[in-house]
């Protein structure tokens, strides 16, 4: 491994790691996609099996052993080894988890080739909280849906914290953004995707009776918190779904309802 131990904060390599925000780290390397920072062995570690190339490791010192592992097929990769106290102040936050890694970002696919062999996918639309996005990203690995695509204005997957709310599952989950809804709806409806959209409307049915015989092929729309799904994507929906609810309660968390629909309109074998 090249190794170097941390004397001097100014150092080229280590801009990456020296308070950027994610949204700068994406403009690093524009047009061919910038980067993302994986945070922990064990994320770093799923970014690397899903094909994603390093661009280099900061860690503790006592990490080392991970490194190596990690690191065994890119002995090329710099890795930049630091006291706690130096790291923090180089990122500008507790390194609690020990080891970081500058990743380049993966090219997105078409959307047509994630439909290809998908039966059950997740759409995103315009939801704007990080947190949210992983753990949807969380029960979508988790409960069996084949991809995730999410609107242009949608939060970005591979934020830091999306990335480590879902576990590093962001990492291994298919996902690429959506066109507008004017092209997104033939595009989906020609792939054979009936789309349903959770939501609180007079006309929605509820999820027990959907589940009962759910279409072969099924696009779960979920939207923003507070406003919800939009009117284009509710017009875009076959139907409209909603989760029975007591106690006076309308509605629960996106990133709850998503495992909830996940799991009642699960795919068997």
Known sequence: MQITRITDLSSPGLADYSRL?????????????GLYIAESPKVIARALRAGHRPRSLLIQEQWMPDAERLLADWPDVPVYVGEASVLEQLTG??????ALAAMHRPVLEPVEALLTHARRIVILEDIVDHTNVGAIFRSVAGLGA????????C?????????RVSMGTVLQVPWTRLPEWSVATPLLHAAGFHLAALALADNAVSLDVFAEAPPERLAIILGAEGDGLSQHALEAADTVVTIPMLHGVD?????????????????RA
Request: aromatic letters at 6%.
């Open 21 to 33: 925000t994610d949204v700068a780290l994406r403009r690093v390397l524009e047009p061919a996609g």
């Open 93 to 98: 936050y507790n390194l609690h988890r020990g």
């Open 146 to 153: 084949d991809a995730v695509l999410i609107t242009p204005r």
């Open 155 to 163: 939060a970005d997957p591979l934020y830091r914290r999306s990335v």
């Open 251 to 267: 509605s629960l968390n996106v990133a709850s309802a998503s495992a909830v629909a996940l799991y009642a309109l699960r795919t």
